[in-house]
């Protein structure tokens, strides 16, 4: 029985270490960070200094040995911390790039994508990172900074700083234009106490347990107090639902005449509905200027963004179907916008139901 409750507290406490590890970090990142800079072009010292701090300390010079070994002052200073390494400016490919506005939301990725073009190097053998220069609304166009930084020229200063215990080296790489650009490597992991953290959690835990048991015990007494309630909702649901099922049912004259009155509204209703479908099924960068019906099918002219967008979006919202555009679509004078003309047949509502 021990045995077993040894087991049982022994997972709970690596449960626990998996958040506590998480806050840990947290922590860490909002202490303060390390500058550090390759003291000369053959990258043979470190210049290391605190970003932040009450009291300013002289810059300590790290001589990189070929052992990788780091010394104790190196290891007080950095003490777990992010560093950001500055590097000589020939160390860095620069690139320039322009990318339309609409690719701001996308562009890390779209930079990863075009590396094997803008770095002479393969893409396992650098680091890369990327800055907005510019971005100019008339144009439409961002400009951005990309800085290619080869491993080798940097392997021995970032094996000196993780042998130290960095929790993680952001690289500084010198751009022609403005401010440098910061090129990011792999977070190293920090072995720290996460002793007191992990018993806070404990205690959030049992917490939440006993509250857990407590709502349990109280459940059946807020059902019974409820069950009434409940009973008076199901009542009025039913109710709502035959309503609903009253006013679905198409509607039948029992003359010629007064059929033929309701076949004439069930058209004009169908309309409506056809332009209400419409008015859902577009995107919002899209709009219509002009909407005819002729023989069970729907005209729309309008304006778009995206045409192939308008015509994916008919068929994907179950109103519309065989849709396809008329004519080539005409480029509009503000040159972003483009004018189209598309035929569709709606399945337009007739009496609460689909035709």
């Known amino acids: 029985m021990a045995s077993h409750f040894t087991a049982a507290i022994r997972g709970m406490d690596d449960w626990i270490a998996g958040p506590a590890s998480l806050l840990d970090e947290f922590v860490r990142a909002k202490s303060s960070g390390v500058v550090a800079r390759v003291a000369d072009d053959d990258g043979s010292a470190l210049e290391i200094e605190q970003a ?10 790290v001589p990189i040995s070929p052992d990788m070994q780091a010394s104790g002052a190196l290891r007080t200073a950095l003490n777990g911390k992010t560093v950001l390494l500055g590097i000589p400016a020939r160390w860095v490919i620069a690139r320039r790039i322009e990318m339309p506005i609409e690719a701001a939301s996308h562009l890390e990725g779209i930079v990863a994508s075009r590396m094997g073009a803008l770095s002479p190097l393969p893409a396992s053998d650098i ?7 510019g971005i100019s609304r008339e144009a439409r166009q961002i400009t951005v900074a990309v800085a290619i930084v080869a491993k080798s020229r940097v392997a021995a200063a970032l094996a000196c700083l993780n042998a130290a215990e ?5 690289i500084s ?11 990011s490597t792999q977070r190293q992991r920090v072995a720290s106490t996460r002793g007191r953290i992990k018993f806070v959690l404990a205690g959030v835990l049992g917490v939440s347990l006993v509250a857990a048991v407590t709502a349990l015990a109280a459940r059946p007494m807020v ?3 409820y069950a009434e309630r409940r009973a008076a909702v199901e009542i009025r649901a039913e109710k709502a639902r035959q309503a609903i099922a009253l006013a679905a049912t198409p509607d039948k004259a029992d003359t010629a005449p007064e059929q033929e009155a309701l076949n004439i509204k069930d058209d004009a209703i169908s309309a409506l509905g056809a332009l209400d479908d419409l008015a859902e099924a577009l995107p919002t960068h899209s709009y219509a200027i002009e909407v005819s019906f002729a023989n069970g099918r729907m005209r729309l002219s309008g304006r778009t963004m995206d045409l192939p967008e308008v015509l994916t979006a008919l068929e994907s919202s179950g109103r519309f179907e065989d849709s396809k555009l008329v004519g080539p679509a005409l480029r509009g004078e503000d040159g972003v916008t483009s004018e189209f003309e598309i035929d569709t047949r709606p399945l337009i509502r007739t009496g609460g139901s689909l035709r």
């Open 173 to 183: 790489a010198p751009f022609p234009e403005g401010e440098a650009v910061q090129v």
């Open 127 to 133: 680091y890369f990172g990327h800055r907005v220069l």
């Open 52 to 61: 932040t701090g009450r009291k300013p300390s002289a810059p300590l010079l």
């Open 166 to 170: 960095a929790r993680q080296v952001v």
């Open 223 to 225: 059902q019974n107090s």
